[in-house]
């Protein structure tokens, strides 16, 4: 096995050297760490990472915990992250929580004790042993989308702007019968707009009827389920809400199942801009996060974490964008 001392002989330099350049700890000529890498590269020295990282306490690493399967919202936040923390030369390791409380734990103790640096995570509907786990291990964590706990750092949408801003683009349309479809149960996410809906409407003047709010929809098929609820109604609603991607499609499914227009018949409107919401016929009306920014703030923020434990926490949430389509008119 190559050594560090047979690069730094074939270098011609010193192996304290070698050791800065690879480590990046201190300053070394541009000439100097071109015949390093050179040599390094020449002979296939490969770094004792794992001795490096005891010596260091650091192992370069850091654990996405996410619901990345289940969740298509994510993946742009995913690769934002990911892309954010190899500029610092850090690994992600990407954990799929399903969005489930039990794995969700296990999956945070399986990063811990692989002695990640930090971690970012969407917690679950219920997140309280795995929050309280990350506090008890002191280990660096950012908390995104679904800002649950002022114990961390987190960064998401500014979700009573979100829903403020639909309800409005609603309201002069002329609507006031509106349903809301809601995500899943527990979720801060849903909680916030949930809140945000009902205040949005009564600012406007407008009674909030408790059946046309739905709620509990873990799924697309729970969300067909509860539009076509809805739409049973002895006064149906004019405008559908759909408060995340997920509940959009169901309630897409439920409206051309009964074979009525949009928005000749039902206008729709929601939170979320996936990628496909051009190719929906009509084009859909959709608030679209900002994923991009939300990862590279987490990752920055845990990267800050990571470097001094005793800073302040920050909370930030960053605006939505409403992109004006074709899926919404005026009330009949």
Known sequence: ??????????????????SHVLNKTRYVSPEKVKLVLESVE???????????????????TVGLAISAISNPYFSDIICAIETECSKRGLIVFLCDTQDDP????????????????????APSGDPKKA???????DLPCVLVDRLSDNRFDQVGTDNVA????????LVTLHHRRVGIILGQPGFATTV???????????EKGIEVEDNLISDGNRSTADA??????????????????????????????????????????????????FEWADYFEPRLTLMAQPCD????????????????????????????????????????
Do not use: W
């Open 1 to 18: 096995m190559t050594t560090i001392s047979e690069v730094a002989k074939a270098a011609g330099v010193s192996v304290s050297t070698v």
């Open 42 to 60: 020449a002979i296939g020295y490969i770094p004792n990472t794992v001795a490096r990282s005891l010596k260091l306490s650091s192992t370069g």
């Open 102 to 121: 039990v794995r969700e734990l296990e999956l945070v103790q399986h990063l811990h004790q692989r002695r990640v640096d930090g971690i970012i995570l």
């Open 224 to 273: 067909t389920a509860s539009t076509h609820r809805l739409l049973e109604l002895k006064e149906p609603p004019t405008a559908i809400l759909a408060s995340n991607n997920l509940a959009m499609i169901g309630a897409m499914r439920a409206i051309r199942e009964r074979k009525l227009r949009v928005p000749a018949d039902i206008s729709v409107l929601g939170i979320d801009d």
């Open 293 to 332: 920014e939300i990862g590279r703030k987490a990752a920055d923020l845990l990267i800050e974490r990571i470097g001094n434990k005793l800073r302040p926490r920050e909370t930030i949430r960053l605006s939505p964008v409403l992109r004006v389509r074709e899926s919404c008119g005026e009330a009949a």
């Open 162 to 169: 979100a829903i403020q801003t639909l309800v409005d683009n």
């Open 192 to 202: 916030e707009r949930a809140k945000a809906f009902r205040a949005a409407m009564i």
């Open 131 to 137: 929050l309280d786990y990350l506090i008890r291990s």
